[in-house]
Structure formats: structure tokens, C-alpha cells
């Protein structure tokens, strides 16, 4: 049955204020570099590692962040920040990387560079190589994210929305490899839940509310590969 003028006006105003909503993101949002550490707090490796993602996590156009990995529970100390999803979030990314299985500690840039991250400079030398995303615009506004429209590797890509504590937190290690030592982390992941997919079209999806005091990323991401979008608030 043809649509009545009224539900074509609607329909072209929805259109119209996607659009808009795009091209506002894409005027707003600067592209960054993801830095990710996954750490643990029962790794003895992991602190130098630590301490460099903290001298970056203030530069511009850097989303630092800490994921904290449980595969070292066992050796007596329970890392109180680790979550299975972001030891799966690891393990997706070997093969790509061209590791056998997942270390700690490992940086990973944009998805596709990766290295140990505890030498001097070395987070450093990491985000001067990789660059920004070089995906689709992305923006997060009005309690949505708004991703332009762009070609989009293997026909579709994960949005994955991440909750982090933007800062420094310190945690005293009372068992493990690091008894009695308190270790700084930055910026460190609490939660990462997959918000939706997006396939080369316009498209703005719903952000639901932080709470904590979290502060919410967004990634546009080939599955288990390079990041080609980023943004933050």
C-alpha cells in the first residue's frame, strides 16, 4: 500500500536527522589511537608495563586502556579488575597477531600492532608507528553513537561499547608474585559489552547510561582485528 504524505515527511525527517547527526559527528570527533595493556595484578612482568601506559594516558589523541586478564588467578592472587570477557578479548587477537596464545604483559594498538610494553619508550614507539583509525567517523552525542557512512572490511564490523575509570588507581597486592607491592593502573576497564554491528551505512546506535562515574568508549571494530573507529567522552 503507498505511504501517505505524512509517513513519507517522517520517514525523510528521520533520514534527514541521521544524516545531520553523521556529519555533526564527523565535524566533532577527532580519529585516536587505542592503546590497550592487558595486564595482571598476579603478573611480576606486568608494573614497568603499567607505569609506561600511565605516561601515555594524558597524551592527545590517545584512549589508553587497562584490561585486566585472569589467566594468573591460579598462582594466589585473584586480580580484582580481571574479567573472562577481556581474557576472551585477548585471545581473539593472537591469531591475527601471529602468537601462539595470550602473555601478559601485552600492548595492542588499533588491533593489528602489538609488543610487551614494559621497555622504556617502547608504548611510545608503538602509537608513533600505528597512527589513528583511519575508519568511519565517530562521534558520541545526545546519549548515541553516530558512526558515518565508509567501506567497512570483511562486510561488517563489531561496535563494542567499553566503561572505564579515567585515571590512576592504585591496588595493594596482598598474595601472588607481587605480595606486598601496591600497583598503579590507568584508565582501567570495568566492563566491554558488544553494542551492535555496523555494515558501511550511516548509523546511530543507543549508548544506555553510565553509572559509577565510568566513562564510556566506543570502538568500530573488524572481529578480531584492527580498530577502524574510536571515540570517548
Known sequence: MPRSSAGRFALLSSLGALA????LGAAAAQPLTVVELFTSQGCSSCPPANANLIKVKDQP???ALSFN?????YLGWKDTFGRQEFTQRQVRYEPALGRDGPFTPQVVVNGHADGVGAASGEIQRLISSAGHTKGPSLSLDGGKAVIGAGSVPG???DVWLVRYTKGVVEVPVARGENTGRTLPHANVVHALTKLGSWTGDATALDLPAASGGL???VLVQSPG???LAAATN
Open 69 to 73: 586478564v585472569t589467566y594468573w588467578d
Open 225 to 227: 582485528g584492527p580498530i
Open 61 to 63: 589523541g590517545v584512549l
Open 155 to 157: 562486510g561488517k564490523a
Open 215 to 217: 566513562s564510556t568508549a
Open 20 to 23: 545531520l547527526a553523521a556529519s
